[in-house]
């Protein structure tokens, strides 16, 4: 079984600019998260998804993070724009169902604003 | 804040000891979750354990919880180096009813070969 895939890794930059995550859970995985983990503290969950709907976003900065999952599969995470704060791993999670179960993670993407 | 604690932030043991970390959370709980990340990696579930258990076994992971004193424990036997890395673990909250996870600190453990 295919793993969460997430893109890019890594990305560098500047302050102001805009950037995007990709995402790709498991195959039949109908919930999916996004969380940021700053350097030395544990994931923060910014948006859960059942389907293409929204379940769980109170904790997502509204004026600078959008996140959408069109089609229930893939997802987006977009910072516009990016402040020095930002500065994290975003991570990509999917689970079977909202039922508070185990969640598969993804490798994250390393972002650095300068 | 609903996220918990762990205890130690750091541990440092020999290779063949065992490494006990605890959590501790703020609110009622439909079960509670141990994960595992190494450096520069997203996060592995290790167990959950329902709030109507008390104590889990999987390997050499023992897991303990106690919702009176809100706290949990993750015990790993025999430690190896390659169980180097960091612990979190996840509630979610009765209270919300979202079934979102609120993780922990994380514990730093490195097992020294």
């Known amino acids: 079984e295919a793993g969460v895939a997430q893109s890019p890794r890594y990305k560098i930059i500047e302050k102001r600019q805009s950037v995007a995550f990709w995402c790709n859970p498991i195959s039949g995985h109908a919930t999916l998260y996004w969380y940021q983990q700053i350097l030395g503290q544990g994931p923060k969950l910014l948006i859960q998804f059942q389907n293409n709907g929204v379940v769980d976003d109170s904790q997502l900065p509204k004026d600078r993070f959008s996140a959408e999952r069109l089609k229930g599969v893939d997802s987006t995470l977009k910072i516009q724009p990016a402040k020095l704060e930002d500065s994290a791993v975003y991570l990509c999670?999917?689970?079977?169902?909202?039922?508070?179960?185990?969640?598969?993670f993804g490798p994250g993407t390393r972002l650095t604003v300068t | 804040s609903q996220q918990g604690e762990e205890d130690p932030q750091a541990l440092s043991i020999q290779e063949g000891e065992n490494a006990t970390m605890n959590c501790s959370y703020k609110?009622?709980?439909?079960?509670l979750q141990w994960y595992r990340q190494n450096s520069g990696r997203g996060l592995v579930h290790l167990i959950l354990i329902r709030s109507n258990e008390r104590e889990k076994h999987s390997g050499r992971l023992r897991v303990t919880l106690d919702t009176s004193k809100k706290s949990s424990s993750l015990l790993i036997t025999a430690s190896r180096a390659a169980d180097t890395a960091s612990y979190f673990c996840a509630t979610d909250s009765r209270e919300t009813g979202a079934n979102n996870l609120f993780f922990g600190t994380g514990t730093r453990l490195t097992v020294i070969p």
């Open positions: 999670a999917s689970s079977l169902d909202t039922g508070g179960g185990e969640q598969y």
């Open positions: 609110t009622s709980i439909n079960n």
